[in-house]
């Protein structure tokens, strides 16, 4: 008798067939890894193909793997990482694709296969600098709009670059370099002879 992650790993190198890089099973969950270049073809495969039909996008996101595993990882840098649903079938994929050039990341947009990808693409851009070729309004969702970097890219400084403040003498918000100095905290041990003992 066949489990239902074995169907559904089955169904998915079927319908995927060699946009299907690699496909892995673990914890219950089944994560799939396309090509860049397949990205949109084989999106598109998974929504429609009937032994799929991923019906839903319930997530996307953006991963900086620059210092993932203690620096010891050596693929590209940036991954958009997509939750897919399938109503139909009542199963669940993950689906992996890197940005091949770390400078300049960018995919192919999904908001033409799925609506809600819209915003998901758009907080991977403002967060961690993906950009999504066609997608017709990729602009900052969570940051400012005059904000400098990606503020969850791993060298991205914890205290920012600029800070903003409002101004009385101006009557307007300004922005000014940060002035918190950075310091390390180190913690004071105090040690008794008989502490705990009665």
């Known amino acids: 008798m066949t489990t239902k992650l074995e169907t559904l790993e089955a169904a998915l190198r079927n319908a995927l067939g060699g946009y299907l890089k690699t496909l892995t ?3 219950g ?4 890894i396309v090509g860049a270049g397949d990205y949109l073809s084989a999106m598109r495969v998974l929504r429609d ?4 039909r991923f019906e839903e996008m319930i997530d ?15 693929g590209p ?4 990482v997509s939750h897919l649903l399938s109503l139909t079938h009542n199963w669940r994929v993950r689906v992996r694709v890197f940005a091949p050039d770390d400078e300049l990341p960018l995919l192919d947009s999904m908001t033409s296969l799925w609506s809600t990808a819209d915003w998901y693409e ?15 309004d990729l602009r900052r969702l969570l940051t400012d709009y ?6 969850f890219r791993k060298d991205f400084p914890v205290s920012g670059y600029v800070e903003m403040r409002y101004d009385a003498d101006q009557r307007r918000v300004i ?23 009665e």
């Open 49 to 52: 193909h009937p032994d799929t």
């Open 146 to 151: 005059g904000f400098i970097g990606h503020p």
């Open 122 to 136: 758009r907080e991977a851009f403002d967060l961690y600098g993906i950009l999504f070729e066609g997608h017709n």
């Open 25 to 27: 099973v673990a914890l």
């Open 29 to 32: 969950e089944v994560t799939v």
């Open 175 to 197: 922005y000014q370099p940060v002035t918190i100095e950075p310091r390390e905290i180190t913690p004071r041990v105090i040690r008794e002879e008989n502490y705990g003992i």
């Open 77 to 80: 840098r940036f991954a958009a």
């Open 60 to 74: 996307l996101c953006g991963v900086d793997y620059s210092t993932y595993g203690d620096g010891a990882w050596e």
